[in-house]
């Protein structure tokens, strides 16, 4: 079990140390590098797809106003090699996101990682930054 | 069940159900972290990525394995950062169009495939060399897709319907393994910066297992509608992912494409 342990994180590491994904379009396409956000909000949808999972969540403005954004991430197969899996969030969770925001401002970002506040449980997305 | 009483019946479902919760877990970590017979260990039981690399009855290096690039360098730009490859006007004109646009009709946003070598060539997206003495066929985890590499001797074909990863047949020289590829269609990128090609286009890998965890790559591109002379790839590094397997990977729901910006 040691041995199972100690090889899955070798290869969790080797996928982290590879660089950024370009999986499937161009992170400089859809999102600004220079526009990293963290936010706190409420799951309200999570897909499971690929060639992208996304995310959506209700974030609440300074105003209070409820604004649903969405998030990409990278395809479940990584997720899963990051440790994800398709019941990692569900609607109600309560998450911090850190992410990249879009270029067109729509309300959409790439998300480098996730935080659960309930168990503090931090999960890598493994983001297209390229 | 019948002769259970209505508390034990709820103990034994219980225990049941706690049975699966374990059996997911546990099924979801054999799959993607096996030890996988013919794996060589260090004395501490992990793989032994320096041990030789394997060979075949017939005395062949085995290229056989689940591989990635060690990084997205080639994927980016296969002439490498920063080098120009000269290029006729048509496809100068095409490569300006797609850098001015970021990739934005790059074949993947629309779920259509990677080519050769590219598909190869994203760092977190493995694929899986399978050797056969008569033909190697290459799992590409990315969109399920596959390529055979025929080593039965035969020709490639002449004036073939073109295919999105062409015909491939395959030689060795000495322990390197030399595989012949043409009859593209156009519809693939060589690289995500956008080098284009045409139909005339022929590759020639060359691919050397260093050692059990290393896997190396020369690509030599030929495309007189594209190029006026041939050009070669740096050499490309693959790194073993061991004890491993390859997941279904489907293109089920593009929704970027709406997204994607670019002059």
Not at chain 1, 83 to 91: E, F, Q, V, Y
Not at chain 2, 214 to 221: F, R, T
Request: contains cysteine.
């Amino acid at each position: 079990m040691r041995t199972t342990l100690a090889v899955c994180v070798a290869a969790v590491g080797l996928f982290l140390s590879a660089g950024p994904a370009v999986a499937h379009h161009a992170f400089t396409a859809e999102f600004d590098s220079a526009k990293a956000m963290k936010v706190t909000g409420t799951i309200t949808k999570f897909e499971w797809t690929n060639p992208h999972a996304w995310f959506y969540m209700d974030i609440k403005g300074d105003d209070g106003t409820v604004t649903n954004w969405g998030f990409e991430m990278n395809s479940p197969n990584m997720l899963l090699r990051n440790g994800w899996t398709r019941n990692s969030l569900k609607p109600g969770d309560v998450i911090t996101v850190e992410a990249f925001g879009a270029k067109d401002g729509s309300h959409i970002g790439n998300a480098k990682a996730v935080t659960l506040t309930s168990t503090g449980q931090k999960l890598l997305a493994a983001p297209n930054q390229n | 069940m019948a002769f259970l009483t209505g508390a034990k019946r709820s103990q034994v479902s219980i225990a049941a159900m706690a049975m699966l919760f374990a059996m997911a877990g546990t099924a979801r970590a054999q799959w993607l972290s096996l030890p996988l017979p013919g794996t060589p260990r260090t004395p501490d039981g992990k793989p032994n990525l320096t041990a030789p690399a394997p060979r075949t009855p017939e005395g062949k290096p085995d290229l056989s394995g689940i591989w990635h690039a060690e990084d997205n360098r080639f994927v980016d730009n296969l002439a490498g950062e920063g080098v120009d490859i000269p290029m006729l006007p048509s496809a100068a004109a095409l490569y300006k169009h797609r850098q001015e646009t970021l990739g934005a009709d790059k074949p993947q946003v629309r779920c259509l495939p990677h080519g050769v070598p590219d598909a190869m060539l994203v760092s977190m997206i493995p694929f899986k060399i399978v050797q056969t003495p008569r033909e190697t066929i290459v799992l590409y985890e990315e969109f399920n897709q596959y390529r055979q590499i025929f080593t039965d001797g035969r020709t490639l074909p002449q004036d073939p319907n073109p295919a999105w990863f062409g015909y491939s047949v395959g030689k060795w020289e000495g322990d390197t393994f030399v595989v012949d590829v043409a009859g593209f269609k156009e519809g693939t990128w060589l690289d995500n910066g956008g080098h284009p090609h045409t139909e005339a286009l022929h590759i020639t890998e060359r691919y050397h297992r260093s050692n059990f965890g290393s896997l190396d790559l020369d690509v030599a591109i030929n495309d007189p509608g594209a190029y006026p002379k041939p050009w070669k790839a740096a050499t490309i590094h693959f790194k073993l992912l061991p004890d491993t397997e390859l997941l279904e990977h489907l293109c089920e729901n593009e929704r970027d494409a709406e997204h994607l910006l670019g002059k």
